[in-house]
């Protein structure tokens, strides 16, 4: 893997995006910023946090045959990478958040973004944007409903040292991607899915409240959730949230 660090950046997506354009870049190629100033997430949400406290950086990965249809699987292949290195860590209670939020004790520790550059029915290459909350304290601040690895653990970790371990990661499930192990990866998602199969209190983005659980996640990458009355419905991302 190649890292190039920077100082502050606007945004490590942004930068690693520009990069792909006007160079060739080396697969697995990462860029990391000690400060992001404006980091987003999922359908241009903000995501900010103190300078040099977290892992705030982007990996630039190169594809051949995936198809857009299979985006889904790209999705399950990072948020286990992020999961599985937190496990390790042996933090409590973790679980993904569809579609990639990861959550430690039902707080979020980590948000991921992914964008793909398209050709025709393919993903060439896509950039992997995490913002991973390490050594910020968050849980003095209830209104946030985030949490730090310094928060569960009560130390704090070596950012180098964390970034490697999620970029190795990173390499491996998405090693399985192209490999088309796409049972497997879904498996291993659907396994540590927040409240899968728990009955749960949902509401839409028009404010209508219901009942019902998650069961799954469909081809097209929809959340599943099965109603009382035992049908399902399928919600795209800001669709729907836990009431």
């Known amino acids: 893997m190649k890292i190039i660090k920077l100082d502050a950046i606007d945004s490590t997506n942004t930068f690693l995006k520009e990069m792909a354009v006007n160079s060739l870049l080396e697969n697995f ?120 690895i310094k928060d569960l653990l009560k130390e704090e970790l070596e950012l180098d040292f964390l970034l490697r371990e999620l970029v190795l990661k990173l390499e491996k499930n998405i090693a399985l991607l192209e490999k088309q192990e796409y049972d497997l990866l879904e498996y291993r998602y659907l396994e540590v899915l927040h409240k899968k199969n728990v009955p749960s209190m949902f509401k839409t983005n028009q404010n209508v409240l219901f009942m019902g659980k998650i069961i799954g996640v469909s081809k097209d990458g929809k959340l599943q959730i099965e109603l009382s009355d035992e049908t399902i419905k399928e919600f795209e991302i800001k669709e729907v949230s836990f009431a």
Request: hydrophobic share 40%; with cysteine.
């Open 29 to 148: 190629t990462v860029v990391v910023a000690k400060h992001q100033r404006l980091g987003r997430g999922q359908m241009n949400t903000e995501w900010n946090s103190e300078g040099g406290k977290n892992l705030t950086f982007s990996v630039f990965v190169r594809f051949s045959g995936l198809l857009v249809a299979n985006q889904k699987y790209l999705n399950f292949s990072v948020a286990i990478s992020v999961f599985e290195v937190l496990n390790d860590l042996k933090l409590s209670k973790v679980s993904i958040k569809w579609p990639n939020d990861i959550l430690a004790e039902g707080m979020k520790i980590c948000g991921i973004l992914i964008e793909n550059s398209l050709k025709g029915n393919e993903i060439q290459s896509s950039v992997i944007g995490i913002g991973l909350n390490v050594n910020e304290p968050f849980l003095s601040n209830k209104q946030l409903k985030a949490v730090s």
